[in-house]
């Protein structure tokens, strides 16, 4: 299976016209293939903002965002995991994750299914799921429109921690099977600990990196001593705790 692609972000300048100041200047980031890089920072800092670029949503900023060498705008489009599910309550599991993607068959979108455990499920819907199921359903959709770079906006925001980890464990299997790139949006540190190779921590306006933190060892076995560790490596006196 083909590794997931570099990316090379290099934007000059992004704003918003109702904001005062640029979001953005001189933003540059390089993302390794098949890594999986955490952004961490206060809530408005940008960080939703630069996976909208990165997918081509918005393109209008000054610089350039490369996928392989292709500008993100002409670029397949990335798996989006959203902060809410966005899943059509009007159409069954499969058919959530087909209509994203005309290609997808029906054989395709259970195995998907399966994946993340939800054999067995592929003809509920959405009301029919569990807050933990839908986010898993949401995952396999992202990974049937693009298998080799995912971009998660908070993926587990309002689910209870029990909860939290299972979804966790789904995400971390398909990555390692299925070695994509992904770019993790997240306000708690200790999700960056347990599930990313890099974490980027971002604060200020215009956005800056004020830290860039390696994180040894395997993603998803770290012991609960090490993420405690990185955890307080990562987290600085200004990201907020709390959205």
């Known amino acids: 299976m083909a590794d997931g692609p570099r990316l090379k972000i290099d934007i000059a300048v992004k704003r918003f016209p109702v904001l005062p100041a640029p979001l953005m200047v001189n933003f540059h980031l390089d993302v390794a293939a098949s890594s999986v890089v955490a952004l961490v920072g206060p809530s408005g800092v940008g960080k939703s903002s ?36 966005r899943l059509l309550p009007w159409l069954t599991a499969e058919d959530n994750i087909r209509v994203v993607r005309e290609a997808t068959t029906s054989a395709e979108a259970r195995e998907l299914l399966a994946r993340v455990g939800l054999a067995g499920y592929e003809k509920a819907y959405p009301h029919q799921l569990s807050g933990g199921m839908q986010r898993r359903a949401a995952i396999a959709r992202a990974f049937s429109v693009n298998p080799r770079l995912l971009l998660l906006d908070e993926p587990f925001v309002s689910l209870d921690r029990h909860l939290v980890n299972d979804v966790q464990r789904v995400f971390l299997n398909l990555v390692r099977d ?50 405690a560790r990185l955890t307080d490596e990562i987290s600085f006196p200004t990201i907020e705790m709390t959205l």
């Open 178 to 227: 299925s070695r994509p790139t992904v770019l993790l949006v997240t306000h708690l540190p200790e999700d960056a600990a347990r599930l990313a190779d890099r974490a980027i921590l971002l604060d200020g306006k215009p956005a800056r990196i004020v830290g860039d933190v390696a994180l040894p060892g395997l993603r998803g076995t770290r012991s609960i001593a090490d993420i």
């Open 50 to 85: 630069l996976l909208r670029m990165i997918a081509g949503i918005d393109n209008d900023y000054e610089g350039t965002i490369g996928i392989d060498g292709v500008p993100a705008a002409d670029a397949q489009p990335a798996g989006f995991v959203f902060q809410d599910t």
